[in-house]
C-alpha cells in the first residue's frame, strides 16, 4: 500500500486526517503513560481520569462552520463543576444542534451548548442527566516548567490517556484570525487530541486540547505534538460564559483571512466566502504589508494589528502586494459570532 493510500484509510478527526503521528509509546527521557502512572502521585489518578468524558457533537449542514469542520465532531470534554458543566475546546461544539457525553457506564447523555469564546478557543456544555462523574480542579500554568511530565488524558480512562512533556510554552498564531499570547505545547502528541485535558503533577486541570501540531518543540528539532489552551484563560472569563454564553467584552474585528508566514511576510491563502475581506477585494496570494501604518511581518503582528484599530464594526486599511504592485483596501470588518448558528436553550 502506497503512503497515500494508507493516508486515505486513516480517520479524519474534525476535518483534519493526523499525519506522521508519532508513536504513543515513546522513548528517550520522554515518560509513557504506564510510568507517569505508575508512580505514587499525590492524587488518585483514576477519580481524575474519570473527569474526562468522549463527546460528539452534530453540527447542521448549513451551518457556517460546517465546511470547514465538519458536520460530526468526536472528541472529549472535562467535568468541572457538581452540575454536569464540561470543558471542551470550542471547535468541537461550534454551532451544535445536538451534543453527547458518555457517562462513567458509556452510555451516551445528552447535553446542551452553554457557551464558545471565540478568543480563547474555549466551549462548554451541560450534560442534561447525571454523568456519575468527578470535577476536576484547576491549577495554573504559572510556574509549569520545561520538561515537566504531565497526563494527556482523554475519554476512556487509561486508555485514553498517554504520558507527555512540556516541551515549550511560547505564543501561538492560528491561520483562522486566532492568537494566544501563551500556549503550552507537549509531546508526543495525543492521536484524539481535541478537548484532552492536561494533567500535572498535582492532579489539577492546566490547559484544554486544541491542536495536532509539527513543531511542538521548534529547537534544535523540531517535534510533534499538542498545542494546549491554558487553564488560566478561562477563570476571568467563566462568569460571563455562563450568564451570556460569550464575553461581554466588545466583539474583536474579523474579516475572515487565512493566512500563513514565508521568508518574513504575511501572505493570505484563503478568505472566506461572502465574508468582509472576501467583499472588499482581497484574494489569495496577496501579501499584507501594512495594517494602517504598522508594517507586519508575521501572523501575531498582524492580528495585534487588526484588532488595535478597533471593535468588530471598524474599517480597517490594509496595504497589500498583488503580482509586485502596491494597492491600498479598506475593509468593513465583523462581529464573527453573528456568522453562527447559535442558541441557548436557557
Not at 498535582?202 to 529547537?219: C, F, I, P, T
Amino acid at each position: 500500500m502506497s503512503d497515500d493510500e494508507d493516508d486515505e484509510d486513516r480517520p479524519k478527526i474534525n476535518g483534519h486526517k493526523p499525519t506522521g503521528l508519532l508513536p504513543l509509546a515513546t522513548g528517550g527521557d520522554d515518560p509513557s503513560a504506564a510510568d507517569v502512572l505508575g508512580k505514587d502521585l499525590p492524587f488518585d489518578v483514576d477519580e481524575i481520569l474519570g473527569a474526562v468524558t468522549r463527546l460528539r457533537a452534530e453540527i447542521p449542514t448549513d451551518a457556517y462552520t460546517a465546511d470547514i469542520l465538519g458536520t460530526e465532531r468526536e472528541g472529549n470534554g472535562i467535568v468541572i463543576d457538581d452540575d454536569g458543566l464540561v470543558l471542551t475546546i470550542g471547535y468541537l461544539i461550534c454551532e451544535a444542534m445536538a451534543v453527547g457525553l458518555q457517562d462513567r457506564d458509556g452510555r451516551t447523555v445528552p447535553a446542551e451548548v452553554v457557551a464558545y469564546d471565540f478568543d480563547s478557543g474555549f466551549g462548554l456544555v451541560r450534560a442534561l442527566q447525571p454523568l456519575d462523574r468527578p470535577a476536576v480542579r484547576f491549577g495554573s500554568v504559572r510556574d509549569l516548567r520545561l520538561n515537566a511530565p504531565a497526563l494527556v488524558v482523554g475519554g476512556g480512562g487509561r486508555d485514553g490517556t498517554i504520558g507527555a512533556v512540556v516541551v515549550s510554552r511560547r505564543p501561538f498564531a492560528g491561520y483562522w484570525e486566532y492568537k494566544l499570547d501563551e500556549a503550552v505545547f507537549t509531546a508526543p502528541p495525543h492521536p484524539n487530541w481535541g478537548g484532552t485535558a492536561l494533567i500535572g503533577h498535582d492532579g489539577k486541570l492546566l490547559g484544554v486540547g486544541s491542536l495536532y501540531v509539527e513543531n511542538a518543540r521548534e529547537e534544535p528539532k523540531a517535534l510533534a505534538g499538542n498545542m494546549f489552551v491554558p487553564i488560566d484563560l478561562l477563570t476571568p472569563i467563566l462568569d460571563d460564559l455562563l450568564a451570556h454564553g460569550r464575553t461581554v467584552t466588545p466583539p474583536r474585528p474579523w474579516i475572515g483571512l487565512f493566512v500563513a508566514e514565508s521568508e518574513d511576510l504575511v501572505q493570505i491563502v484563503a478568505v472566506a466566502d461572502n465574508a468582509p475581506a472576501d467583499d472588499s477585494g482581497l484574494k489569495a496570494g496577496d501579501v499584507i504589508v501594512k495594517v494602517g501604518n504598522e508594517v507586519v511581518h508575521t501572523m501575531i503582528e498582524l492580528y495585534d494589528a487588526m484588532w488595535r484599530t478597533g471593535p468588530a464594526g471598524v474599517h480597517i486599511p490594509f496595504t497589500i502586494l498583488r503580482n509586485d504592485v502596491a494597492l491600498t483596501i479598506e475593509v468593513a470588518s465583523e462581529d464573527r459570532y453573528k456568522r453562527l448558528k447559535f442558541q441557548r436553550s436557557y
